[in-house]
């Protein structure tokens, strides 16, 4: 599982109803003893050798829940990499112990890099990205996607989607805009800073499968227009020279103020972590739903592994 353009729009609500069908059954303790025992013979590893709280917890979680073993190397800085060992004998070494890999690292392909390793190997595993450098998050893409389908009650057709943020460098909005792409009638407005405006790759895809956007450094005038608000901070991670303090990004946070203005249905979103871009008092307001967002995250990530391993038709058929 290594980009967001994997997955057509079957796809997405196989597994938007595979999620749905999960969060219902871990309700009840004889529906989490069944989950538990799914995928019980599994063993996964966690490589995340870049920053994570909610990706790491949320797909520890999902595998806990399908009863798969988990352990983990949270830092490279832990890892026999310090010693000289290189990447690919780092992968080789976590493929010998495990039966997938789910993986953040801020080399761009390294998630392809392993999973063309291990499916040239005796043992092909699977291989979950978990966020590759500035360049793909899909799975943040698709409880995303999944946040949306609930929200709007599966009606994703002809939706405005305002993109707040960094937009150049934001794994999350590259894989986003792949995954939405598939939805008719999707419009893009990307609100950022001129510094963090969206690359030639994204413009690209844009204008090959004919989605219309429109970009502007002004929020108010699409204050009343968007369905949904997707916001991102500012990637600073990625600096060369610190060049993000220069930056003024402020002009762009949504300001409790702009709220009345809205659409009553709009909903806005946040990967998360964020920083000023959406004030604390914003959380009060039904439209707020980055925080059930990334409870989605945790259902989603479990329908994902339980599709990867081909489990979904058991637990759609379960009583
Ligand atoms: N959205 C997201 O990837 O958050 P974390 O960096 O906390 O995992």
Same mark, same amino acid.
């Given at each position: 599982?290594?980009?967001?353009?994997?997955?057509?729009?079957?796809?997405?609500?196989?597994?938007?109803?595979?999620? /749905?069908?999960?969060?219902?059954?871990?309700?009840?303790?004889?529906?989490?003893?069944?989950?538990?025992?799914?995928?019980?013979?599994?063993?996964?590893?966690? @490589?995340?050798?870049?920053?994570?709280?909610?990706?790491?917890?949320?797909?520890?979680?999902?595998?806990?829940?399908?009863?798969?073993?988990?352990? /983990?190397?949270?830092?490279?800085g832990y890892?026999?990499?310090?010693?000289?060992?290189?990447?690919?004998?780092t992968l080789e070494t976590?493929?010998?112990?495990? /039966?997938?890999?789910?993986?953040?690292?801020?080399?761009?392909?390294?998630?392809?890099?392993?999973?063309?390793?291990?499916?040239?190997?005796?043992?092909?595993?699977p291989v979950v990205n978990a966020g590759s450098g500035p360049h793909e998050h899909p799975t943040q893409a698709l409880l995303d996607a999944y946040t949306l389908c609930r929200a709007y009650k599966g009606r994703l057709k002809n939706k405005t989607i305002a993109v707040i943020g960094d937009l150049r460098r934001g794994r999350a909005v590259r894989s986003l805009i792949y995954l939405l792409g598939n939805f008719e009638g999707i419009k893009f407005l990307f609100l950022s800073p001129e510094e963090l405006k969206i690359p030639e790759d994204i413009r690209a895809f844009l204008y090959k499968n004919r989605i219309e956007f429109e970009e502007s450094e002004s929020l108010e005038k699409y204050v009343k227009?968007?369905?949904?608000?997707? @916001?991102?901070?500012?990637?600073?991670?990625?600096?060369?020279?610190?060049?993000?303090?220069?930056?003024? @990004?402020?002009?762009?946070?949504?300001?409790?103020?702009?709220?009345?203005?809205?659409?009553?249905?709009?909903?806005?979103?946040?990967?998360?972590?964020?920083?000023?871009?959406?004030?604390?008092?914003?959380?009060?307001?039904?439209?707020?739903? @980055?925080?059930k967002q990334e409870v989605n995250g945790l259902w989603m990530r479990a329908a994902l592994i339980a599709h990867i391993f081909k489990e979904d038709g058991y637990i759609l058929n379960y009583k």
């Amino acid at each position: 599982m290594l980009s967001a353009q994997q997955f057509s729009q079957n796809d997405l609500f196989g597994l938007f109803e595979l999620a /749905d069908r999960i969060r219902k059954i871990a309700r009840t303790e004889d529906g989490l003893d069944f989950l538990r025992s799914i995928l019980s013979h599994k063993r996964a590893v966690l @490589y995340f050798a870049q920053p994570s709280t909610r990706t790491y917890l949320s797909f520890n979680n999902a595998c806990q829940i399908l009863g798969i073993q988990t352990s /983990d190397m949270r830092s490279a800085g832990y890892s026999s990499e310090v010693k000289g060992e290189s990447l690919e004998d780092t992968l080789e070494t976590m493929h010998s112990y495990t /039966d997938m890999i789910i993986m953040r690292h801020v080399e761009e392909n390294l998630a392809e890099k392993a999973a063309w390793m291990f499916n040239n190997s005796d043992k092909p595993i699977p291989v979950v990205n978990a966020g590759s450098g500035p360049h793909e998050h899909p799975t943040q893409a698709l409880l995303d996607a999944y946040t949306l389908c609930r929200a709007y009650k599966g009606r994703l057709k002809n939706k405005t989607i305002a993109v707040i943020g960094d937009l150049r460098r934001g794994r999350a909005v590259r894989s986003l805009i792949y995954l939405l792409g598939n939805f008719e009638g999707i419009k893009f407005l990307f609100l950022s800073p001129e510094e963090l405006k969206i690359p030639e790759d994204i413009r690209a895809f844009l204008y090959k499968n004919r989605i219309e956007f429109e970009e502007s450094e002004s929020l108010e005038k699409y204050v009343k227009r968007a369905d949904v608000f997707y @916001y991102t901070r500012i990637q600073d991670e990625y600096d060369k020279q610190h060049e993000s303090k220069t930056i003024n @990004y402020s002009r762009l946070y949504l300001k409790a103020e702009y709220l009345p203005q809205m659409k009553e249905n709009a909903i806005i979103l946040h990967p998360l972590p964020r920083r000023k871009e959406i004030p604390p008092e914003v959380d009060k307001d039904q439209r707020a739903w @980055y925080w059930k967002q990334e409870v989605n995250g945790l259902w989603m990530r479990a329908a994902l592994i339980a599709h990867i391993f081909k489990e979904d038709g058991y637990i759609l058929n379960y009583k």
